[in-house]
């Protein structure tokens, strides 16, 4: 069971993330680093819009960012929904 476990680790979990990251990038996606949520700098957003990804000045509802444009306040649903 546990040579399992380390085997499981060792090959299938990074070629998961290797796929997920080649099935993102081919659709269009890109990671967007300024999207990253203050002390959680393992979560990476990423979006399929050059324009969604900005410096948010807070975030609202599970962790949607939100940024003042003039007087109005823009927020961006991010969970997938």
Known sequence: ???LSVKTIIYI???IMILTTLTLLNRGYTP???LLISGSA???FWVNDKNACFKPTRYI?????CKMIGNQEVCIQV???
């Open 1 to 3: 069971m546990m040579y």
């Open 13 to 15: 979990v990074p070629a």
């Open 42 to 44: 393992w979560q990476l």
């Open 32 to 34: 967007c680093p300024k």
């Open 61 to 65: 509802n599970d962790h949607w960012p």
């Open 79 to 81: 969970d997938g929904r």
